[in-house]
Nanobody, 129 residues
Framework: QVQLVEFGGGLVQAGGSLRLSCAASGRTFGNPAMGWFRQAPGKERDILAAISRSGDDIYYEDSVKGRFTISRDNAKKMAYLQLNSLKPEDTAVYYC??????????????????????WGQGTQVTVSS
């Protein structure tokens, strides 16, 4: 069993920055591929960024390219999402996810909700105009 805990969300003005962190604990069986998603009220949960097990391969959704940066520290079992140039439309609950129970290569990343089997509880990000 793997537990994921996100923290670092909050209220920020448009143009501001936040750094989200995701701590993994339990039986991670090495370094799983990870992703960050967000979900606004009444909308689906959407991918923002994904990172391979090695950390060498990264995906960004178009709307966050150049503004958000995903990273990981395998030794600490941590993943991060740096949010810069925030906009009111970035307001949502942000989730980290890990792909623990599935096979996968060191350089593969995953962008679909169903491809992950472990989720954190989410952290709220609110961007005021």
């Amino acid at each position: 069993q793997v537990q994921l805990v996100e923290f670092g969300g909050g209220l920020v003005q448009a143009g501001g920055s936040l750094r989200l962190s995701c701590a993994a604990s339990g039986r991670t069986f090495g370094n799983p591929a990870m992703g960050w998603f967000r979900q606004a009220p009444g909308k689906e949960r959407d991918i923002l960024a994904a990172i391979s097990r090695s950390g060498d391969d990264i995906y960004y959704e178009d709307s966050v390219k150049g503004r958000f940066t995903i990273s990981r520290d395998n030794a600490k079992k941590m993943a991060y999402l740096q949010l810069n140039s925030l906009k009111p439309e970035d307001t949502a609950v942000y989730y980290c996810a890990a792909r623990v129970g599935y096979s996968g290569g060191m350089y593969d990343y995953y962008t679909q909700v169903y491809e992950y089997d472990s989720w954190g509880q989410g952290t709220q990000v609110t961007v005021s105009s």
